[in-house]
């Protein structure tokens, strides 16, 4: 069975510009959780949904920042206007409530450099 | 406040010789706790998992970990390490009330010498 599947995995843009990542979940997988890592913050959660709907996104840095999942086999995080403190590896990552272990399964990131 | 300390930044060890990762947490409750492996440019991959069952946790790739409540500790350990365990370990730990608690560990980078 496929992973999380994230692209694109590496994207390099000028400051101003808008950037959008996407994720494939794990076919089953009803929660989506969007993360930022960074040296300096590790990792941050943007981000989560539960069947398709946003739960908590008290983690999303600004407006400049939104994540949809318009079905369960699809989500992206956008950032609009990007800035080089954006720069960062985003990963998705979806686990199946169903075992309610915490269990993540996370894609390989998207690693942004905004210049 | 309930968080989790990774207590080293940075552990190196020699082809052959025993890994010890350091992880405390501080809760109330009663947490899960797990260990996470990052391989270069990789994601996360769980290695293992203490839900309240055997304190003794044996996990992926020989690994393995103890949950010590009288010291809040889940130390990550392996007999003898191998050179492809060179990669990042997170420790988390996760509390009973939701999905979105889960508190990331700052990361304990593992180097192994040949």
């Known amino acids: 069975d496929a992973g999380v599947i994230q692209s694109p995995r590496h994207e390099v843009t000028e400051m101003g510009q808008e950037v959008t990542l996407r994720c494939k979940p794990i076919?089953?997988?009803?929660?989506l959780f969007w993360y930022r890592q960074t040296m300096m913050r590790g990792l941050e959660l943007l981000i989560y949904?539960?069947?398709?709907?946003?739960?908590?996104d008290s983690g999303m840095p600004e407006d400049r920042f939104s994540a949809k999942m318009p079905n369960a086999s699809f989500s992206t995080l956008k950032i609009q206007p990007s800035e080089p403190r954006d720069s960062a590896v985003y990963f998705c990552?979806?686990?199946?409530?169903?075992?309610?272990?915490?269990?993540?399964?996370f894609g390989e990131g998207s690693r942004l450099t905004v210049l | 406040a309930q968080s989790v300390t990774q207590l080293d930044s940075h552990v190196s060890v020699s082809e052959g010789t025993p890994v010890l990762l350091r992880c405390n947490y501080s809760s109330s409750y009663s947490p899960s706790l797990f260990w996470y492996v990052q391989h270069p440019n990789k994601g996360l991959q769980l290695l293992l998992k203490?839900?309240?069952?055997?304190?003794l946790v044996k996990g992926i790739n020989g690994f393995e970990a103890e949950f010590k409540k009288s010291e809040t500790s889940f130390h990550l350990t392996k007999p003898s390490a191998h050179m492809s365990d060179a990669a990042e370990y997170f420790c988390?730990?996760?509390?009973?009330?939701?999905?979105?608690?889960?508190?990331f560990g700052t990361g304990t980078r593992l180097t192994v010498i040949p």
């Open positions: 076919s089953g997988h009803d929660y």
């Open positions: 988390v730990v996760r509390y009973q009330t939701g999905a979105n608690n889960l508190f």
């Open positions: 990552a979806s686990s199946l409530q169903g075992t309610y272990t915490g269990e993540l399964f």
């Open positions: 949904f539960n069947n398709n709907v946003p739960i908590d």
């Open positions: 203490y839900t309240s069952a055997a304190t």
